[in-house]
């Protein structure tokens, strides 16, 4: 028998793959599981996902389909059922009406922005995204041949861009715009005098510009902030606007990995072909799910419950970080993070070189999770999610505090 021969050129990937960086949220999960498998009481504080179950109506739909059909392949564009329950959903909030026509379907919003991205940019097209910002953004961009283009936000200004920083890096090849609201990391939300603000400057200063919507928290906010529609907001703009949504964080369904795009026929229409020749239409059995967070009165009554929900532990996380020797912890608007300044525990003169030794180190010793603020183009800052239980909260915040008093500072 023939001895199996040894290749000596290995298979090269190449620049594209060398560009894109693995998520640093996926990677500290990963990490709080590795430490959890070896019998380690790890609180996991890092969660970008709600900790609670579908809606019972979305399970049981689920599993009357399974029990009396063949799951067969959905149409690529999605469900007719389930593009006219998005419809409505959209039309309602955005006060606009939307087509089948207008909407794609994909595997989770994530799928929708890299779908948008693969069609409309080319060499040169610049996409301006907020920091802190998502970690996915700037390597969807990459992906889609686009340039990030950073601009900062303050703790100043409430983490919010401001249109004088907008007007700053705006140019002839500015092609996107993201607003994210609530924000991830930040929780940050934009009112609509806001947005406005934002829209004037760019209508001055690129009106070639689209605006990009993440919406995909719009239904998660507190205090009585009023979630504004893009559209209803910017004036001028209506025409060159694109919206990011879905089901995952609204109705606790993040893994049936449901995302919406709805945005100008054409721009779904090519969005749809790339989809078609990737991936196909989005699960059959999570659109059926989906169809049923969309329309059955119940899942709006689960959903508000979870809302209250995560209302309260905003409001006991607060109350707690706010005891932290030498950290900031702004209340958010929306979402279900916490964004802290920790940068008076970072850098000379502390233990930690920099916000990502402070939350190996909260992992690895205090058996915290947390994510720096770094890859969210923020150093000096950690996310904390309050999506987990009361009683995981507390015993973290009781780490936390035990991790932080003490500890030198930059500033003595």
Not at 104 to 115: E, I, R, T
Request: with cysteine.
């Amino acid at each position: 028998m023939n001895e199996p021969t040894t290749r000596s050129t290995p298979l090269a990937t190449n620049a594209l793959a060398a560009a894109i960086q693995p998520s640093a949220t996926l990677a500290v999960s990963g990490r709080a599981k590795e430490l959890a498998a070896q019998g380690k009481d790890v609180l996991a504080l890092s969660a970008g996902e709600p900790d609670f179950r579908p809606p019972e109506p979305v399970v049981r739909a689920v599993r009357d389909f399974i029990n009396s059909k063949a799951v067969k392949y959905a149409p690529v564009s999605g469900l007719p059922e389930l593009l006219d329950a998005a419809a409505a959903d959209l039309s309602e909030f955005h006060g606009r009406p939307f087509s089948r026509r207008e909407i794609l379907v994909s595997c989770g919003a994530k799928h929708s922005l890299a779908n948008l991205m693969l069609v409309t940019l080319s060499p040169g097209d610049e996409v301006v995204i907020t920091a802190p910002y998502w970690v996915s953004y700037t390597d969807i961009v990459t992906l889609g041949g686009g340039t990030p283009v950073i601009v900062e936000s303050s703790r100043e200004h409430g983490l919010r861009l401001q249109p004088d920083a907008l007007a700053r890096v705006l140019t002839p090849r500015t092609k996107f715009v993201i607003f994210n609201s609530p924000s991830n990391p930040t929780g940050v939300g934009y009112t609509g005098a806001q947005l406005r603000a934002l829209g004037e400057v760019i209508v001055a200063r690129a009106p070639q510009a689209w605006i990009l919507c993440d919406d995909i928290y719009r239904h998660l906010t507190y205090d009585g902030f009023e979630q504004v529609s893009a559209w209803r907001a910017l004036e001028g703009l209506t025409e060159q606007l694109v919206f990011a949504d879905g089901v995952s964080k609204s109705h606790a369904m993040t893994g049936f990995r449901i995302g919406f795009l709805a945005g100008p026929r054409e721009v779904i229409d090519a969005a749809g072909r790339i989809q078609g020749q990737m991936t196909s239409g989005a699960t059959t059995t999570s659109q059926i799910a989906a169809i049923a967070a969309l329309t059955d009165p119940a899942c709006a009554v689960a959903m508000n419950e979870m809302r209250v929900a995560f209302a309260r532990r905003r409001a006991l996380m607060l109350e707690g970080l706010g005891a932290l020797p030498r950290v900031n912890v702004p209340a958010p608007d929306g979402a279900f993070y916490l964004f802290l300044d920790v940068s008076a525990h970072v850098g000379p003169g502390t233990q930690f070189a920099d916000d990502l030794d402070l939350a190996t180190w909260l992992l690895e010793q205090k058996l915290v999770a947390t994510v720096p603020g770094t890859p969210f183009g923020a150093p000096g800052n950690i996310r904390i999610s309050y999506a987990t239980d009361d009683a995981s909260l507390r015993e973290g915040l009781a780490r936390l505090e035990e991790a932080f008093t003490g500890l030198p500072t930059a500033r003595g």
